[in-house]
């Protein structure tokens, strides 16, 4: 993994700002960090932009939609 940048600088989704329940996105480096917004001493997730293109196209498709 490259150098990641400290600190990271994360981002959610606008829906879920008021609703306490999301997680949270960075740039890191080359990857992409994932948190839970309600635990952020817990250590992220890092997963590459290939990664999370195929997560993406999955949720726009609906093929998570039978785990909510």
């Not at 400290?6 to 949270?24: D, F, G, H, Y």
Request: glycine share 2%; proline share 6%.
């Amino acid at each position: 993994m490259s150098e990641v940048p400290t600190p990271l600088t994360w981002i959610k989704a606008s829906r879920s700002m008021n609703m306490n329940a999301c997680v949270e996105l960075a740039q890191a480096g080359e990857m992409i960090a994932l948190r839970d917004s309600k635990n952020p001493d817990v250590a992220p997730f890092y997963f590459t932009r290939t990664e999370i293109d195929a997560f993406l196209d999955g949720a726009r498709r609906s093929e998570f939609d039978h785990l909510r």
